[in-house]
């Protein structure tokens, strides 16, 4: 069973350690993954409680990545958060039409970053307890 992990997919070493750095020093644990290929095998791996994705990575689209995750059993619920620098109006929209739960814009707002993962951790969190 997962331990509450984030799992941050992202190509990018430099993005990678900052949200990797800004996630541990709140307090969360996190696994790290730099293709779409290796997301998929981590998160059936360790079934994390959140999945940052980029949606730029060299060897999948992030979209692709998580219709895999989505297409399976064990990997299907986990929350998908869509992290993308490209800032075009109705990306909100689309990436949430594709699946995703929540979005999140490059360059990286921490404040927004915090508030957005925690409201997913939490609610996976309360998915998680029996009698809720
Ligand atoms: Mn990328």
Redesign the pocket.
């Known amino acids: 069973m997962g331990g509450g992990e984030i799992l941050v997919v992202?190509?990018?070493a430099r993005n990678m350690a900052l949200l990797r750095d800004v996630l541990q020093a709140t307090g969360y644990g996190t696994l790290q993954a730099f293709s779409g290929r290796e997301a998929v095998a981590l998160a059936q791996a360790y079934w994390p409680a959140l999945v940052l994705m980029?949606i730029?990575?060299s060897d999948m689209d992030g979209t692709e990545a998580l219709r895999l995750l989505r297409a399976n059993e064990r990997t299907a619920s986990i929350p998908v958060l869509a992290v993308t620098a490209q800032a075009m109006a109705g990306d909100r929209e689309r990436f949430l039409a594709a699946g995703f739960d929540g979005y999140l814009s490059k360059p990286i707002d921490v404040d927004g970053l915090l508030a957005t993962v925690r409201l997913h951790h939490r609610r996976r969190s309360a998915d998680l307890e029996p009698n809720s």
């Open positions: 992202e190509d990018n980029d730029r990575l």
